[in-house]
């Protein structure tokens, strides 16, 4: 099944996401090898120089390593995952906020209204 | 290294009117998978023609791994035309080995795995099939061969959707990092995510070569659409 990938931005970026989602979810686990850069673009349906693109980023931001002759692994630097990790919720719940404000809730409505559902839910 | 493909102020001029390419300057690197875009008339087949040797340049150049075409240059460029030049009546294992005893590079193995896993019978005669296959016969012929230059003229234009997934993944899976695909094609958005790089030509002219993530990076959206409001009639 090819990766959910939208239109209108960068490729790369998007594999990115896609694998430093993959890596919160756990489905690559710390410390953990990552399939080939052709298994990758297999598996996306991307072109592998796309791919490798993707990955060298993740490597220069310390996400994952490479030993020249065995593959590229997942970091087990716990602080690094959980700070990626507090980047990616910063990051999902300013597009919440956003999306509210386009349907013209302020902030402190929007957090009413958050507060409300735990409220059902729970 | 020379680069793959270099044109150098190349024009094909059919009559004296007009001209189906016009001083073309083009450079594609090894390792690459390069989209050939186009409205139907702005020169892609024409380009291709020039490149296998089956037309020649009005003025300029076309150099493929630095020489002129011509003999040595079909030994490393596997070309898919656009109308099928095989004999019909030929079964497809004859086939296979017709292209085994042409081109050094072809790897039967190859071409009867993709034959097998698109379900394809081997003994079938070339007539006997429909459009849609005899198309994915002639691009598995045209894959199997261990090319530098892999030129493809509408590659995947007559095959459904299911097939069309499998002849992509065979591009990624068999291209090896050296060489290069130029592929022609209308069906930009099928074929968008395989792609490094995209040429745009209008009128035998160039209106754009850049990457793809260039082109998102850039203008913020697809390449499919950029070319509808670049070619917009």
């Known amino acids: ?122 | 290294m020379k680069p793959i493909l270099e044109c150098q102020g190349l024009s094909k001029q059919y009559n004296n009117t007009s001209c189906a390419l016009d001083n073309l300057n083009l450079t594609l690197e090894r390792g690459q998978i390069v989209g050939l875009l186009g409205p139907n008339g702005s020169g892609k087949t024409t380009l291709i023609k020039l490149i296998n040797d089956l037309l020649t340049p009005t003025c300029g150049n076309v150099l493929i791994d630095g020489s002129r075409p011509g003999v040595e240059s079909k030994k490393i460029v596997s070309y898919l035309p656009e109308h099928t030049y095989l004999d019909d009546s030929m079964k497809i294992s004859e086939l296979v080995t017709y292209f085994a005893d042409f081109y050094e590079n072809f790897i039967t193995e190859r071409a009867y795995t993709m034959l097998s896993d698109l379900g394809i019978d081997k003994n079938a005669r070339l007539k006997t099939l429909s459009k849609g296959t005899k198309e994915k016969v002639q691009l598995i012929l045209v894959m199997s061969r261990d090319a530098l230059l892999y030129v493809l003229d509408e590659p995947i234009g007559g095959v459904d959707p299911a097939a069309r997934d499998y002849i992509l993944q065979t591009i990624i899976n068999n291209y090896n990092e050296n060489a290069t695909i130029l592929l022609s094609t209308h069906l930009i958005q099928d074929i968008e995510n395989i792609l490094d790089r995209v040429i745009f030509i209008r009128q035998g002219h160039l209106a754009l070569n850049a990457t793809v993530d260039e082109i998102r990076m850039e203008q913020g959206k697809s390449v499919d659409t950029l070319f509808r409001e670049v070619f917009r009639c």
């Open chain 1, 1 to 122: 099944m090819p990766w959910n990938l939208d239109d209108s931005r960068p490729i790369y970026l998007q594999l990115m996401e896609k694998i430093q989602q993959d890596i919160i979810s756990g489905t690559y686990r710390p410390g953990a090898k990552l399939p080939s850069v052709r298994e990758l673009a297999l598996d996306a349906a991307v072109n592998p120089n796309t791919m490798q693109k993707a990955l060298s980023e993740l490597e220069r931001s310390g996400l994952v390593y490479s030993q020249r002759t065995s593959g590229r692994f997942i970091t087990e630097d716990e602080s690094m995952l959980k700070q990626l990790k507090t980047e990616l919720a910063a990051r999902h719940i300013r597009e919440f906020f956003e999306k509210m404000e386009q349907l013209g809730f302020p902030q402190e409505e929007t957090l009413a209204l958050v507060q409300e559902t735990v409220k059902e839910e729970s």
